[in-house]
């Protein structure tokens, strides 16, 4: 199930259209999908984007998407070792190809799109942050190998998978990868989408939100809902005021003051 085919299922669930999610994952990829209802839709910009997963990698061939889905390119009957494997060149921040097969866009076009009508495409390197990497195990006989990769937004596991293989000379693509983090949400935290009780599982944005946060009394709550900054008391930068335990607003401390950002009541 694709990321757009959630976000379909919970609007038909609770009859509200304003639904998001914080990050797309691979058609074939599972795991933590956050995703905001309501006017929380709003806050998904604040939230954190760095993202942890749990990549199977299978060496021996490589494939047209980078992952199981896609046809084979390339095959090689040479056997790696645990030893072969060296990650450190995808540590730290690093230039990535993205692959053929993705929904980014070269001249208002998909890349996917592209790939599908056989037409050339020149491919610009991105410029991404893998924060960590680590070889969790290695099946010398089936040839898998299965790593945590820590990173920034809009890295691509696939092709570091893709990468890896290439520079071991025998390629490589993923069989399976598994989205273990999103920002503060983890997979041991999440639900299943089928027989879901969306109710009972809403979580309070303030849980989530990466930002300080400022209590605001009633005064300064009427000062919000007319458009006026109320007091700042050192704060810099992006803050939650909060009242009550909900998002008042979003606001930017300037100065002395918290000028309005996006208003909530």
């Not at 009508?117 to 290695?138: A, C, H, T, W, Y």
């Not at 598994?178 to 027989?195: H, I, P, Y």
């Amino acid at each position: 199930m694709t990321s757009h085919d959630v976000v379909a299922v919970l609007r038909r669930i609770t009859k509200i259209k304003q639904i998001g999610h914080t990050g797309t994952l691979d058609p074939f990829a599972e795991g933590v999908l956050p995703v905001c209802i309501g006017k929380a839709t709003r806050l998904i910009e604040f939230l954190a984007d760095d993202k942890e997963y749990l990549a199977t990698v299978q060496f021996g061939a490589a494939t047209t998407t980078y992952d199981i889905e896609g046809e084979k390119t390339f095959t090689s009957d040479k056997k790696i070792t645990v030893e072969d494997i060296d990650l450190t060149s995808f540590q730290g921040e690093i230039e990535q190809l993205p692959p053929i097969y993705s929904a980014i866009k070269v001249k208002g076009k998909k890349l996917y799109e592209y790939a599908r009508n056989g037409e050339d495409v020149e491919i610009q390197p991105r410029k991404v942050i893998i924060e960590k990497i680590e070889l969790k195990s290695f099946n010398e006989q089936s040839q898998q190998a299965e790593i945590l990769i820590k990173c920034s937004k809009g890295t691509y596991i696939r092709s570091i998978a893709h990468d890896l293989g290439q520079n071991l000379g025998v390629g490589a693509h993923l069989v399976k990868l598994v989205r273990t983090q999103a920002g503060k949400f983890r997979v041991e935290n999440s639900v299943q989408l089928d027989g879901i009780d969306v109710q009972a599982n809403l979580i309070n944005p303030i849980e989530m939100l990466d930002l300080p946060k400022v209590e605001v009394d009633e005064n300064d709550l009427d000062k919000i809902s007319h458009g006026m900054a109320v007091k700042n008391s050192g704060s810099k930068g992006n803050v939650i005021l909060v009242y009550n335990n909900n998002v008042a607003a979003v606001g930017v401390a300037d100065g002395d003051k918290i000028k309005n950002k996006k208003v909530f009541l």
